[in-house]
């Protein structure tokens, strides 16, 4: 019988009539339709089991089966590369493997999007490792249809999946074992001997990112070991692919300005302002000297190709302490960096079309840290000679190899692994537990965004440095420089630590230490997660963040000298709408467009200067204000700029 592939795109009538026909059809009928009925066909898969299923029918039906799609998002386990060598061996397909863009291993990836950003910033990850990838392949091999191993019987989104679909790409989707379930698939690969994942002997039943794949138990559901504890359960791939593109922050790679300096300030505010393509970036300080901006829209077609970065960093009382100016110039992707340090003097006002048309600033706050960690509580003492000895043996010192299963129960060379791992642990339970205790209405989600800033690396590292651990480390004298100098190292032997204590002292002890050390990183990071997250910044106290107690979450939040500022700048940010302030200090006679009264008690003196401020949104006026800082001034001209937008507040 002839047979004519389907003409794309198809109408819902036919799709009706085609998935009726399909639902009557066994799997391996529903393969070969559609060898004959689907243009550009490909099977993207992960491997899983349904996967492999419709890979072993289709290798006994033709001898040219569609080629495979793997995306390989860089932490798949050990054991999926492995049998994805198996497959290629067994059935000799071809298998295309698409990475995450200008990414070819994980160190590339964490320099371009930094570290775990499935922890930071789902979206955007679920769009770089799996979304964008499979756009990159579909363009680039022709696809026009693929197999996938999807399942009803997975609950969630997939429960009414239909044979086929058509997805808002013109994507067709086919599910040629949509009515399976797990046990048959699972028969069917043992009965025909199908290579399968080693994991799954070891407890796991659906296999994905290693970060975010666990072990089930005995008669729970198959996904459940996927995001476990999370709402999610699709990484992103089968969701509408315009809503993955518009939630992911992609427009521009994150990237770092390192600052220099900055320890020596007390508590210090970060203003950032930026301009690239009319992009708008947001903030993320690391705590370890730099900054991150991630792209948070996407740029409209005509503005001026190049960006820069204007940092102002100001000590609380004193408005003109340090400022960074930064330029990069992009093609593509970031090509220069020049950071300067530039002199006190140097303000906002000298960069007059950055400020115009900016897009409100975001203030962040960086802990109340002294240089050299004399803030810091002290660090405790572990009692036992060998614990401390092992806490502070690296690998490296006894040149151990890596593929150890186990060590000898008197093992004479210990390293300081095992209590890194432990110390991992410790730390995450106690930062947890932090954070509910600060924070008891907190999400599960913006708690995690909190966490993974506080435990990070560079946090770590720099806490490590503080307490001098890496000094104390043991290490091959050949390695000894790289090794101490590396963030990695300087953050792992602070966990050591941690778990050494544990270890000894149990984990009251660690809390002790751990809970004042890391209160005043949870109150910025939850500040700075608050602000992301669209919400007016809880009032920062002023006295060191060590003395305060944490904020009360459960009581809403008042209206501070911030709040009202930060409420404006949230609307129009939201109505996408341009704002200009336009300062005078008097002082300078720059404010006669201003109506500023000519009265001496106005005007302010040198030691206690004022303000005058006037805010335009899309160039119409909206209100002024006045202050003895010029967030001050502003904060009165957004009270005002609210009423004329019909927000009232108290
Ligand atoms: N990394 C990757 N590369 C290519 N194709 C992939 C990938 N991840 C998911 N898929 C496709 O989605 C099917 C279901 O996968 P999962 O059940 O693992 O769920 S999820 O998509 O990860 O949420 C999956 O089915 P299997 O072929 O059984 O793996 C594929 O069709």
């Known amino acids: 019988m002839a047979v004519t592939p389907l003409d794309l ?15 009557t059809l066994n799997p391996e009928d529903i393969l070969k339709w559609s060898l004959d009925h689907l243009p550009g066909l490909h099977q993207t898969t992960a491997f899983g089991l349904t996967g492999l299923v419709a890979i072993d029918m289709l290798s006994k039906i033709t001898t040219t089966p569609p080629p495979l799609i793997f995306l390989d998002t860089l932490y798949h386990f050990p054991e999926t590369y492995e049998l994805i060598e198996d497959v290629k061996t067994k059935y000799s397909v071809p298998v295309h493997v698409y990475k995450p863009d200008g990414c070819n291993d994980v160190k590339e990836f964490e320099q371009k999007h930094g570290e775990k950003l499935w922890e930071t910033d789902e979206d955007t990850y679920d769009f770089v490792v799996k979304v964008d990838p499979a756009r990159r392949a579909y363009k680039e091999l022709g696809v026009k249809a693929v197999i996938t191993g999807r399942r009803a019987s997975q609950g969630g989104d997939r429960a009414s999946l239909q044979p086929l679909e058509i997805d808002s790409t013109g994507l067709l989707k086919l599910n040629p074992l949509f009515e399976w379930n797990f046990h048959l698939v699972e028969w069917y690969i043992k009965e025909n001997n199908v290579p399968r994942n080693k994991l799954l002997d070891q407890g796991y039943r659906s296999v994905g990112d290693w970060h975010s794949t666990v072990k089930v138990a005995e008669g729970q559901d198959e996904r459940a070991g996927r995001w476990a504890g999370k709402e999610k359960s699709e990484c992103g791939l089968h969701k509408d692919y315009f809503t993955m593109k518009a939630q992911a922050k992609t427009a521009m790679p994150a990237f770092f300005i390192p600052y220099c300096g900055l320890h020596i300030l007390n508590r210090i505010y970060i203003y950032l302002l930026y301009l690239y393509k009319g992009i708008m970036y947001n903030v993320i300080p690391s705590f370890h000297g730099s900054v991150a901006l991630r792209a948070l829209h996407k740029p409209p077609p005509s503005r001026s190709p190049k960006f820069v ?5 100001t000590a609380e009382s004193n408005y003109a302490s340090h400022s960074i100016k930064a330029r990069y110039s992009f093609q593509g992707f970031l090509k220069t960096v020049i950071t ?13 079309t950055l400020v115009y048309r900016c897009p409100p600033a975001i203030v962040v706050t960086i802990p109340d840290f002294g240089p050299g960690g004399c803030n810091f509580p002290p660090l405790p003492v572990i009692r036992s000679r060998a614990i401390e000895l092992q806490v502070f043996t690296h690998r490296s010192f006894f040149a151990r190899p890596t593929h150890i299963f186990e060590d000898h129960p008197d093992d004479p ?27 008891p209405g907190l999400r599960v989600g913006p708690s995690t965004k909190i966490r993974a800033l506080i435990v990070g690396n560079a946090t770590l590292a720099e806490i490590s440095l503080k307490y001098r651990l890496p000094d104390r480390l043991r290490l ?11 963030t990695h190292i300087q953050a792992d032997v602070l966990e050591s630590f941690m ?29 700075l997660v ?24 459960a009581a809403p939040a008042p209206m501070t000298t911030i709040g009202h500022l930060a409420l404006f700048n949230q609307h129009l940010q939201k109505a996408d709408r341009s704002v200009e302030w336009i300062y005078s200090d008097f002082s300078e006679g720059n404010d006669a467009d201003l109506g500023v009264p000519d009265e001496a008690a106005v005007r302010g003196t040198k030691t206690t200067p004022v303000w005058f401020v006037r805010v335009l949104v899309d160039g119409e006026f909206y209100g002024k204000g006045r ?20 927000i009232f507040v108290w």
């Not at 795109?9 to 639902?23: C, F, M, Q, T």
């Not at 300067?340 to 007059?352: D, G, K, Y």
């Not at 202050?627 to 019909?646: D, I, P, S």
């Open 627 to 646: 202050g003895n800082t010029k967030k001050a001034a502003r904060n009165e001209a957004a009270k005002v700029g609210l009423e004329k937008m019909g």
């Open 340 to 352: 300067t340090q530039l002199p006190p003097a140097l303000s906002l006002r000298s960069f007059p």
């Open 9 to 23: 795109p198809i109408s819902k009538e036919k799709l009706d009539e085609i998935n009726a026909h399909l639902r």
């Open 309 to 313: 970065v204007s940092a102002r960093l």
């Open 476 to 486: 091959h004298p050949a390695q000894a420089i790289t090794l101490r100098a590396s």
């Open 413 to 439: 060379s210990p390293d300081n692994e095992k209590f890194e791992h432990l110390g991992d642990a410790v730390l995450g339970l106690s930062v947890t537990s932090l954070m509910m205790q600060m924070y």
């Open 530 to 553: 608050r602000t992301q997250h669209g919400l007016p910044a809880l009032p920062t106290p002023t006295s060191s963040p060590r003395s305060s107690s944490p904020p009360d979450t």
């Open 499 to 527: 778990g050494g204590l544990y270890h000894e002292q149990g984990l009251e002890a660690v809390r002790r230490w751990l809970d004042p050390l890391f209160k005043p990183y949870a109150t910025a990071a939850y500040q």
